[in-house]
């Protein structure tokens, strides 16, 4: 993965000192884009093009991946789609986080339906944040007037499984149908009532990534989620340390990307080893896999081994000023 760091002070005067409490960064402004890159095999159809140029993301990618021909032309066909881009504001956390400190971020929709033809084997995802400071906590003025720049860039490989889709049994004396990856017949599968099984995606392991899960084991996917967690620290980015000790800056922030709405699978791995990290998508359905964020200010020292699904390079442009009177 290339690094691109670029940092910028300027105009930087100060009349803050002997703070009470640490300062902070505590809201900011983001941007969440996503895309799709290197579908096999070439029958995939790619849509939605979206240029590096155009975007924060550091490759061409695409929004939606289609493919196969539908068996019901109502349902359409099958594809992958993500929501992108996603803006807003978020606060800062300060302690354990709970479900209100976490904003919208890209959403990936699958339409599970049946279909012929070729299907979709393997693709990426790349997924980029911009997160820019709007509010501090200083006392009595906020000194610094701009930090802006990229997180990083997390690319994550995935292997899909597209499982039998006709119903059991024999039609005009044809069998139909197939066997399950989780052994039942094509068209019993509980989790796909009266027609087919459902599709899998595999992850791919992604190195220096620290992943939880979350998964309670019972029927409701919504429970579940897996997080990726990564700490970065404004003064390795180019923040003056001289500076953030003058304030009393707390400079590491921890991102945490939560990944909810499918059920998480561990066990049918595809070409990869059991145990693997995946979701299982149901058949007959339009399944959407929800992506939300948190921002955590690391009010103690984190392990610097910590590392982010969906995002990469932190790039950091700053800009100080003086507080008018």
């Known amino acids: 993965m290339k690094t691109s760091i670029k940092a910028t002070v300027a105009a930087i005067a100060l009349g803050v000192s002997g703070l009470a409490n640490a300062a902070m960064i505590t809201q900011w402004g983001y941007v969440n884009e996503a895309g799709f890159t290197d579908p096999s095999p070439a029958s995939v159809v790619k849509s939605g093009f979206q240029s590096a140029g155009s975007t924060i993301l550091s490759a061409d990618t695409w929004k939606k991946l289609s493919w196969g021909t539908a068996v019901n032309p109502v349902d359409g066909n099958s594809f992958l789609e993500i929501d992108t881009p996603v803006t807003g504001t978020i606060t800062t956390a300060t302690g354990a986080l709970v479900d209100g400190d976490f904003e919208q971020g890209t959403d990936i929709r699958h339409n599970n339906y049946r279909i012929s033809g070729a299907s979709l084997d393997n693709a990426k995802i790349l997924d980029g944040l911009k ?12 000194p610094i007037a701009l930090i802006e720049g990229l997180a990083p860039e997390l690319e994550i490989s995935f292997e899909f499984l597209e499982t039998p889709n006709s119903p059991a049994g024999i039609i005009a004396g044809v069998p139909q149908g197939g066997i ?9 599968d509980p989790n796909a009532p009266n027609f087919g099984c459902d599709d899998y995606f595999i992850i791919s392991p992604i190195a220096g990534v620290t992943i939880t899960i979350n998964d309670l084991g019972d029927a409701d996917p919504s429970n579940d ?5 990564n700490t970065f620290d404004l003064v390795d980015l180019g923040f003056p340390a001289a500076l953030a000790a003058s304030l009393d800056l707390v400079t590491k922030y921890e991102v945490t990307t939560r990944l909810t709405g499918l ?7 595809g070409s990869q080893s059991t145990p693997c ?14 992506a939300s964020f948190a921002i955590r200010a690391v009010l103690v020292p984190a392990p610097a081994s910590l590392a982010l699904l ?11 000023r003086r507080k008018n009177s």
Do not use: H
């Open 310 to 320: 969906g995002l990469g390079l932190f790039g950091l442009a700053m800009n100080a």
């Open 225 to 229: 989620y897996i997080e990726f967690k």
């Open 277 to 290: 990290l995946g979701f299982r998508t149901e058949e007959l359905a339009s399944n959407l896999l929800e």
């Open 180 to 188: 399950c990856i989780d052994g039942s017949v094509a068209g019993t």
């Open 263 to 269: 059920a998480i699978n561990t066990l049918y791995c």
């Open 131 to 142: 997160l820019t400071a709007q509010a501090w906590n200083v006392v009595p003025a906020a």
